[in-house]
């Protein structure tokens, strides 16, 4: 399972990074994925990266405020996000993606761990 972590409590327009990890296995030997789910509501994609030509995915949602990388010396994947808004709060989880990273679906992936809490609040 993946193990996902780096959540916390930030004022809107904040920063956090959140950190994807694996114990026993080799991350850039997958397609990884980062998605989240609000109180409430389904759980959604957020980036997904692959793991044969480092392909990005982003959602509408991310774009130009959260960013994908890996580190493979560390076995880690991260999800950078600046500019934090209220609605990015959610627990985020990171799983493994089978097949094409395109749309991030959840449909295709597995491996799920723990999430992160994150919270956007004034």
């Known amino acids: 399972q993946l193990q996902a972590s780096g959540g916390g409590s930030v004022q809107p327009g904040g920063s956090l990074r959140l950190s994807c990890t694996a114990p026993?296995?080799?991350?850039?030997?997958?397609?990884i994925g980062w998605f989240r789910q609000a109180l409430g509501k389904e759980r959604e994609g957020v980036s997904c990266?692959?793991?044969?030509?480092?392909?990005?995915y982003y959602a509408d949602s991310a774009k130009g405020r959260f960013t994908i990388s890996r580190d493979n010396a560390k076995n880690t994947v991260y999800l950078q996000m600046h500019s934090l808004k209220p609605e990015d709060t959610a627990v985020y989880y990171c799983?493994?993606?089978?097949?094409?990273?395109?749309?991030?679906?959840?449909?295709?992936?597995?491996?799920w761990g723990q999430g992160t809490l994150v919270t956007v609040s004034s």
């Open positions: 799983a493994t993606i089978v097949g094409s990273i395109y749309g991030c679906y959840e449909s295709k992936a597995m491996d």
């Open positions: 026993g296995f080799t991350l850039d030997e997958y397609a």
């Open positions: 990266v692959s793991n044969s030509d480092d392909s990005i």
